[in-house]
C-alpha cells in the first residue's frame, strides 16, 4: 500500500510498491498526492483475482522482479510540482449553459447543469459562517487538497443549495476530513456511498423532509446536500471515475436523511448523534458509508418477539460479507444501520423497549451459522486471507470470543461484534409498516458526526432567507 | 448574460519531494516485505523471495507479519510504528503490496 | 456562442470554440509544458515558443474571437503544440467524433510517451489526430501507430532525444489501406493524399505533444528530416508476393500498421545492385552499428520482373545481404568508426573477408511493394537507427460504426 511506502520513503528506507496493472494511474495520482510523484512501482500484470497461480507465477516472474529490482536500485526521476489554478481564481466567463458544459468537460460536474459558483452567490453563503474564507477545514486525501471554507461555499453553490445550509456543509466537509472517517477510502471498488444523518432543530430550520419519501429526492435541503458531498469529493478530495474513483459500480449521492425528532421526542429514544457522543443542544451531521440497502417491508406483528426476527434477519442478511468489518480486516467496526418509520419504533417503544434494548434484542437474533460466516471471508470471497476459522481468529485476537464458543459450523455467531454497534435511526412514512436496512462498508467510511456551528445572527439571517 | 465562475478545486497541500536514496544493489540487504492482507500477497511475496534470492547472494527477508497489515482497523497503528520497527530489523529496503 | 465585439463602426460577432488541449499530462499530474519551458529557456528557444507553458490547466479551453480557427492556430503555435504548419482545432464535437471510432474509452490509456511520460489517452491521440487533419475514419490506424510506438522495442525515448535525425516510417498492410485511401501506388512517398499525409503527422504531433519532443529543448536532431513531418505509405496489395502483414502471419484480410525506425528516405532509380549500393554506405552506418532493421520499397514494374525470373521477396533479401557491402577501407574512414569503437560481432567477423554486411542476416531487410505502375525501375531505402532492432507490427481494429 502506498502509503506505507511513502512512510519508509520519508524514513529514508527506499521502496516499491506492488501495483496491479489496472491500478497504475490511481497509484500515480495516489502519490502525487502523498507528495512523492516519483514513488516506484512494480506493476503485476492483469488482476490477480482471476489469475491462476501458474499464471501468477509466470507473471511476476516475467514482470514483476524486474520492477521490484528497478524501484530499489534506479532512482526515479526528480519530482516536480502540479501548476494550477489558485483557489477561488476566476476559471471563466460565460453563460449558464456554457458554465455548467464547461464545468462538465473539466471534470468539475455530476454531469448535471450546476448553478454557476459566482463571487456574489458565494458571498451569500459566507454570510452563514463565520469562519474565515480562508479557513483550512482539513486536508482531503487522496488528492491532499486544502478544504477551505471557500471552497465549500463554491461547491455548495454549484449544487443547488441555499446560502442558509452553509453550516450543513462546514459541518460535513469537517467530518469528511477527520481521519477516523476514512475518506481516502471512498474511491474503493465496492463503490459504497455516503448516507448523511442530521439531527437537531436545524431539521425544522432548513425544512429537512423527515417524513414520507425520507430517503427520495424532491426537497432542497435533503437533495442539494447529498449532492454537494459527491461534488465535494469529486473536486476537494480528488475523486474521479476512471481515475482514484474505482468504484466497479458505485452509487450516486443519497439524499440527506433527518429524523423524526418528534417522535423520538414522544418514546424517549436517543437521536444518532446523540448515540454517536454528541450531548449538546447543537445540530448535528453523521456520515457513514453503505454499500446498499433495502426495504424491509410489511413488518407484521404487535409484539417485539413477533417483529424482531424479520428485523434481524434483514440485518444478517445485508450485512453479509462486510463481516469481514466484525472480525479478520477490522475488529468490530461493522455498524449496520436500520431505519425503523415512527409507527414500527412506537410499537416497539410501547412494549417498554428503549432503543439500547432493540439493540440487545437485534445483536440476540441477527446471526448466521458460522459456516456461512466463513464462506463470506474466506471462500466465496478471499477478503481475510488464508481460509481463516472463526477460531482461528478468535485465537489471533481477531474475533470476540463468543465466535468460538464451540467448533460446530452450524452454531450461530453474529454479525456485528456489539448489540450497541446496530445503529438505529427513526425516519419515514410515520404510518407505514416499514424499515430499511443499510449495509456498511466499515472502517472504509467510518460513523463520523460534526456539530453544527451556527453564526451569531443565524435567526436573523434565516428570517431574511425566509422573506427571499 | 455572463457570468464570472471560480474555481471549485482545493489547493494541493504536499510539495513533492524527493524519494529515498536507492540501493546500489541488493545483495546482502536485508528487504521488509509490507502486506495489506489483500489481493494474494501471501502468494506473491515468496514468489519474489525466491527469484530476488537467486540473483543478489546474501539477501534476506523480514516477513510481513513482522510490520502487521498496512490496511485494517490497526493501520494507523501500524504505519506509526513502521519506522522504528525498520530500524528493529535492520531494513535497507522495502517491498510494499498491493496496490490494486 | 455568438456575441458581439467592438469594431472600427460595424459590430464584429464573436465566435468561440470549445477546444480539447492537446498536451501532455503525467499520471501524476505534472504538465509536461512546465519542463518544456525551463528547458526551452535554458536553451534560448523562447522566441519560437513564446507562449510555452501559458495555457489553461484545464482539459478544455474555450476560443473566443472573431476569428477563433485563427485564434487557436496562433495560440497553439506559441505554446509550442504545432509542426510549424497550420493544425485543425481539435473541438470537443471532432474529438468525440475521433473516439467513436473505437470501442476503447477517452480516457482509456495506451502509455506515456517517452522522455517527458504524458500519458497517451485515446482522447489525448484524437485531439492530435484532429490537428493533424485524420478524417475520423483514420483513427483506428493513428492508435495502432500510437500502439506500435509504444513498444519499447520502438525506443521512444531514444528517437525523441538522439541527436540523429531518425524519423518513423509507418507502413501499413491489408485491405484497410486501400479501404482508408492510404497511398500504395503514384507518389506514395509524396504529399496529396490526406490519409498519408495526416496518419504520419498525427504520430508525429503526439510524440510532441504528449511525449515533449520539442526541436532543440528536447529533441536534439541536428537537422532533422522531411519525413518528422509525415512518413506513412500503404504498401500495394496487387504485387507479385505476399504483403508484409502476410508475410509477419496475420490473415490476408487483416490490417496491420508496421513501424520502423528510418534515419533516412533515399530514392533510387535502378536495379538491385544500384539498390545495393546504395546500402552499402554511410548511410547504413547506424544500422550496422546498432544491428538495425531496414526496409526496402520496390516499385511493381520491378517486382513483377523479379518474380517473373523466379525471385520471392526472400531471394531479394538474400539477394541485397550478399551484394550490400561495405568495403573495409571505407568503414574505416567513417566518422561513427571512429566515435564509436565497439561494434557488433558479425561486423568484426567479417572484417577479414574485407567487406562488411549492412545488416545481421537477411531477414533484417523488410521488403515492401509500393509506387507508381510505371516501366521505370524506381526503389527506396530506409536505413535504421538505433537500439533495439525495430519493426513493430500492430493490427488495426475496424472502425466502429456507431451509426446504424
Redesign the interface.
Given at each position: 500500500m502506498l502509503r506505507a511506502s511513502a512512510i519508509a520513503e520519508e524514513a529514508g528506507v527506499p521502496s516499491v510498491s506492488l501495483t496491479c496493472e489496472g491500478f497504475i494511474g490511481q497509484a500515480a495520482t495516489t502519490a502525487t498526492g502523498l507528495g512523492l510523484p516519483g514513488l516506484p512501482i512494480a506493476v503485476v500484470p492483469g488482476h490477480v483475482d482471476v489469475q491462476t497461480v501458474d499464471d501468477l507465477k509466470a507473471n511476476v516472474a516475467a514482470v514483476t522482479v524486474d520492477g521490484v529490482i528497478e524501484g530499489l536500485t534506479v532512482s526515479p526521476k526528480q519530482a516536480v510540482d502540479v501548476v494550477e489554478p489558485e483557489p477561488g481564481d476566476v476559471v471563466f466567463e460565460g453563460t449558464a449553459d456554457e458554465i455548467t458544459r464547461f464545468f462538465y468537460e473539466n471534470g468539475w460536474s455530476d454531469g448535471l447543469p450546476i448553478v454557476p459558483p459566482t463571487e456574489a452567490r458565494v458571498a451569500e453563503f459566507l454570510r452563514f459562517t463565520e469562519r474565515d474564507p480562508d479557513e483550512e477545514l482539513g486536508v482531503l486525501l487522496p488528492d491532499k487538497r486544502s478544504a477551505t471554507v471557500r471552497s465549500v461555499a463554491i461547491n455548495g453553490v454549484m449544487a443547488g443549495c441555499r446560502p442558509e445550509y452553509m453550516p450543513v456543509l462546514v459541518a460535513l466537509v469537517e467530518a469528511m476530513a477527520d481521519p477516523r472517517y476514512g475518506v481516502e477510502h471512498s474511491g474503493n471498488t465496492p463503490g459504497a456511498e455516503t448516507l448523511i444523518v442530521v439531527n437537531g432543530p436545524i431539521i425544522r430550520q432548513l425544512g429537512f423532509n423527515y417524513q414520507q419519501g425520507a430517503l427520495r429526492d424532491g426537497f432542497q435541503a435533503n437533495t442539494s446536500i447529498g449532492r454537494f458531498w459527491r461534488l465535494y469529493l469529486r473536486n476537494v478530495a480528488g475523486f474521479l471515475p476512471h481515475k482514484t474513483d474505482k468504484g466497479t459500480f458505485g452509487n450516486t449521492w443519497r439524499v440527506v436523511l433527518a429524523e423524526n425528532e418528534e417522535a423520538l421526542a414522544r418514546i424517549g429514544w436517543t437521536t444518532i448523534a446523540r448515540d454517536q457522543g454528541h450531548h449538546g443542544p447543537e445540530s448535528a451531521v453523521t456520515i457513514s458509508r453503505f454499500t446498499g440497502g433495502t426495504v424491509l417491508a410489511s413488518v407484521f406483528g404487535t409484539t417485539p418477539a413477533q417483529m424482531m426476527p424479520y428485523l434481524a434477519d434483514g440485518i444478517a442478511r445485508l450485512v453479509a460479507w462486510e463481516v469481514m468489518f466484525t472480525v479478520g480486516m477490522a475488529v468490530g467496526a461493522q455498524r449496520p444501520l436500520l431505519v425503523l418509520s415512527p409507527i414500527l419504533a412506537q410499537a416497539l417503544a410501547r412494549a417498554g423497549l428503549s432503543k439500547q434494548d432493540v439493540q440487545r434484542e437485534l445483536f440476540t437474533h441477527a446471526r448466521i451459522p458460522a459456516w456461512k460466516f466463513e464462506r463470506y471471508i474466506g471462500e466465496w470471497t478471499n477478503l481475510v486471507p488464508g481460509r481463516p476459522t472463526l477460531r482461528d481468529l478468535v485465537a489471533r485476537r481477531r474475533a470476540a470470543p463468543v465466535y468460538a464458543e464451540s467448533s460446530d459450523p452450524e452454531r450461530l455467531v453474529p454479525v456485528v461484534a456489539r448489540p450497541e454497534d446496530i445503529m438505529i435511526a427513526v425516519s419515514g412514512d410515520p404510518l407505514r409498516t416499514n424499515a430499511y436496512v443499510f449495509s456498511h462498508n466499515g472502517i472504509l467510511g467510518f460513523p463520523t458526526t460534526k456539530p453544527i456551528r451556527l453564526p451569531g445572527a443565524w435567526r436573523a439571517l434565516l428570517a431574511e432567507a425566509a422573506g427571499r | 448574460?455572463?457570468?464570472?465562475?471560480?474555481?471549485?478545486?482545493?489547493?494541493?497541500?504536499?510539495?513533492?519531494?524527493?524519494?529515498?536514496?536507492?540501493?546500489?544493489?541488493?545483495a546482502g540487504k536485508t528487504?521488509?516485505q509490507?502486506w495489506?492482507?489483500?489481493?494474494?500477497?501471501?502468494?506473491?511475496f515468496p514468489?519474489?523471495e525466491a527469484?530476488?534470492a537467486e540473483?543478489f547472494p546474501g539477501v534476506r527477508f523480514v516477513g510481513f507479519r513482522t510490520f502487521g497489515?498496512?490496511?485494517?482497523?490497526e493501520e494507523?497503528e501500524?504505519?506509526r510504528r513502521?519506522?522504528e520497527r525498520?530500524r528493529e530489523h535492520g531494513?535497507?529496503?522495502?517491498?510494499?503490496?498491493?496496490?490494486? | 456562442m455568438a456575441g458581439a465585439a467592438r469594431g472600427g463602426g460595424r459590430p464584429l460577432t464573436v465566435d468561440a470554440l470549445w477546444v480539447v488541449l492537446p498536451t501532455g499530462q503525467r499520471a501524476s499530474g505534472e504538465w509536461i509544458d512546465d519542463t518544456l519551458r525551463r528547458r526551452a529557456e535554458e536553451r534560448g528557444l523562447l522566441d519560437r515558443t513564446p507562449l510555452a507553458g501559458q495555457f489553461p490547466r484545464h482539459r478544455v479551453e474555450v476560443v473566443r474571437a472573431v476569428d477563433p480557427v485563427q485564434e487557436v492556430n496562433a495560440r497553439f503555435e506559441a505554446r509550442g503544440w504545432t509542426d510549424g504548419l497550420p493544425i485543425v482545432p481539435p473541438t470537443l464535437g471532432r474529438v468525440a467524433a475521433m473516439c467513436a471510432t473505437t470501442m476503447r474509452a477517452p480516457s482509456d490509456a495506451l502509455g506515456e510517451v517517452e522522455p517527458l511520460r504524458g500519458v497517451a489517452t485515446v482522447e489525448k491521440v484524437a485531439a492530435n489526430a484532429v490537428m493533424a487533419g485524420c478524417h475520423s475514419a483514420h483513427f483506428p490506424v493513428v492508435l495502432a501507430a500510437v500502439e506500435a510506438a509504444l513498444d519499447p522495442a520502438f525506443n521512444m525515448r531514444g528517437v525523441q532525444t538522439t541527436d540523429e535525425n531518425v524519423a518513423p516510417l509507418v507502413v501499413v498492410s491489408g485491405p484497410l489501406a486501400a479501404g482508408l485511401g492510404i497511398n500504395a501506388g503514384f507518389g506514395a512517398l509524396g504529399p496529396g493524399w490526406r490519409a498519408n499525409a495526416a496518419i504520419g503527422r498525427a504520430l508525429r504531433l503526439v510524440m510532441v505533444n504528449v511525449g515533449g519532443g520539442w526541436p532543440g529543448a528536447v529533441s536534439l536532431a541536428g537537422l532533422a528530416q522531411p519525413a518528422r513531418y509525415t512518413l506513412c505509405l500503404g504498401e500495394r496489395d496487387d504485387g507479385p508476393w505476399p504483403s508484409l502483414h502476410v508475410e509477419l502471419g496475420y490473415r490476408a484480410e487483416q490490417s496491420t500498421v508496421t513501424l520502423f525506425r528510418a534515419e533516412a528516405t533515399i530514392t533510387v532509380t535502378g536495379g538491385l545492385a544500384e539498390l545495393a549500393s546504395v546500402m552499402a554506405s554511410a548511410a547504413s552506418a547506424f544500422t550496422m552499428r546498432y544491428e538495425g532493421r531496414v526496409a526496402v520499397v520496390i516499385a511493381p514494374f520491378v517486382a513483377r520482373r523479379l518474380a517473373a525470373d523466379g525471385w520471392s521477396k526472400d531471394d531479394v533479401r538474400r539477394a541485397l545481404y550478399k551484394e550490400a557491402r561495405v568495403p573495409v577501407s571505407a568503414w574505416h574512414q567513417w566518422w561513427l568508426r571512429a566515435t564509436a569503437p565497439e561494434w557488433p560481432a558479425w561486423v568484426r567477423a567479417a572484417e577479414a573477408t574485407g567487406a562488411l554486411p549492412v545488416v545481421k542476416t537477411p531477414d533484417d531487410i523488410t521488403v515492401l511493394v509500393a509506387g507508381a505502375d510505371l516501366a521505370i525501375p524506381q526503389l527506396a531505402y530506409f536505413p535504421s537507427w538505433g537500439f533495439p532492432p525495430c519493426r513493430v507490427t500492430r493490427e488495426i481494429a475496424p472502425a466502429v460504426d456507431l451509426v446504424g
Open positions: - | 448574460m455572463l457570468e464570472r465562475v471560480l474555481w471549485p478545486r482545493g489547493r494541493r497541500t504536499v510539495a513533492a519531494r524527493p524519494v529515498a536514496p536507492r540501493l546500489s544493489t541488493l528487504i521488509g509490507l495489506d492482507d489483500l489481493f494474494r500477497g501471501d502468494e506473491i514468489m519474489l527469484a530476488l540473483r497489515s498496512t490496511h485494517g482497523a494507523h501500524v504505519l513502521l519506522p525498520m531494513v535497507d529496503a522495502i517491498i510494499s503490496g498491493m496496490a490494486c | -
